[in-house]
């Protein structure tokens, strides 16, 4: 056997996957930046290494396939926490719910209107309908709209790193002071990387940026089918 | 863990089923997290049965979402020939949900506190 009949080997795929992960997320613990973000780091990695060694992306995919198995059960996985911020909030949740349904809207219509002024294809208008929401719920949706999954994938983590990076500046900017109002929005404009970033306030923020990113993610699942639709 | 992995691809499966009625753009998975949480909220399911494999899961999403990372590499001629209209409606729409959310959020949580006080 060569090596590269050994590299494309499923086993060898996945193990590569876990040790270059393994070690990103390594790096990032110890420089504490965050644009040594280890998602994409691995991403760039694997990607540079598939071009390197000549392996297809189909060949990746046969182990790869076995790890995004498992993106599917973690998003019924979101119910847990989903259901015990619930019991938090009920007295908020008119409040919080207008909140989630403004902001999704906006932010669907806004990106799907802008693309497609600026002569976007429809494929990546529809790749770009659901940026906001967190990634694995991110493609799913994108797959329901006919867009490119990974297309998909690339501008929610984008989305993510300008949200870690700029977000709290620009609400402050903004003049949004509570820090309640912060967390929410950064939950549901940059999902998981700013909810991410709202815990470093504390376990109460994290929380809120959760609950943004949960309840936009269902209603962009039920919106962004209808405005895309609409609009284009 | 049998049964923890059972009701979460149980509530997974239905979504899936759901998702197949014709015209549904909604995806199988939000189904079946609607599903369990439904089913949290009547106390069909306990939520501490469910913690340790829901905890695995959520915490490790990142990693799962690799392998669709990865297929981006399909797709940079598409990217390099738009790249002007996918950066400016992607840094205008996250500047635009971030001070639409916040100021609304602000503005109906302030009323609603101030309402309290005076009841």
Same mark, same amino acid.
């Given at each position: ?18 040790? @270059? ?14 644009? /040594? ?48 911020? /619930? ?30 002024? /600026? ?108 405005? @895309?639709? /609409?609009?284009? | ?9 149980? =509530? ?5 089923? &759901? ?14 997290? &609607? ?18 494999? =829901? ?42 949900? &971030? ?8 503005? &109906? !949580?302030?009323?609603?506190? !101030? ?5």
């Amino acid at each position: 056997m060569t090596f590269i009949e050994i590299a494309r080997n499923p086993l060898s795929t996945i193990t590569l996957t876990f040790v @270059v992960f393994w070690l990103t997320t390594a790096l990032q613990r110890r420089t504490r930046l965050a644009i /040594l973000n280890p998602l994409v780091l691995t991403i760039a990695f694997l990607i540079t290494f598939l071009k390197l060694t000549g392996i297809s992306f189909e060949q990746y995919y046969e182990g790869g396939r076995m790890i995004e198995f498992w993106l599917k059960p973690a998003i019924v996985a979101l119910a847990l926490p989903l259901y015990n911020e /619930l019991k938090h909030i009920k007295s908020q949740f008119m409040s919080l719910f207008l909140t989630e349904l403004a902001g999704c809207a906006v932010g669907v219509i806004s990106v799907v209107l802008i693309a497609s002024w /600026l002569g976007a294809s429809p494929e990546v208008i529809r790749s770009l309908a659901p940026k906001s929401v967190s990634t694995p719920i991110a493609i799913e949706i994108t797959r329901q709209l006919g867009g490119i999954p990974a297309l998909t994938s690339a501008i929610v983590v984008l989305v993510g790193m300008i949200g870690a990076m700029a977000g709290v500046k620009t609400m402050e900017w903004g003049r949004i002071k509570s820090p309640v109002s912060k967390s929410l929005s950064m939950g549901t404009a940059a999902h998981v990387m700013g909810t991410n970033r709202m815990s470093e306030y504390g376990d109460r923020y994290g929380a809120y940026a959760t609950l943004g990113l949960i309840l936009n993610g269902i209603l962009t699942a039920f919106l962004a089918g209808p405005i @895309v639709n /609409l609009i284009l | 863990m049998a049964k923890q992995f059972g009701i979460i691809f149980g =509530c997974l499966f239905l979504g899936e089923l &759901l998702a197949l009625v014709p015209g549904m753009t909604i995806p199988g998975s939000i189904w079946g997290m &609607l599903i369990l949480t439904f089913l949290l909220n009547r106390g069909v399911v306990r939520a501490a049965t469910i913690k340790p494999v =829901c905890k695995f899961l959520t915490d490790n999403m990142a990693f799962f979402f690799i392998p669709p990372g990865v297929a981006l590499m399909l797709y940079f001629d598409l990217i390099g020939k738009e790249l002007i209209p996918i950066m400016v409606a992607t840094v205008v729409s996250i500047i635009i949900v &971030l001070l639409v959310t916040g100021h609304l959020h602000q503005y &109906l !949580h302030s009323r609603s506190k !101030h309402h309290n006080q005076h009841k």
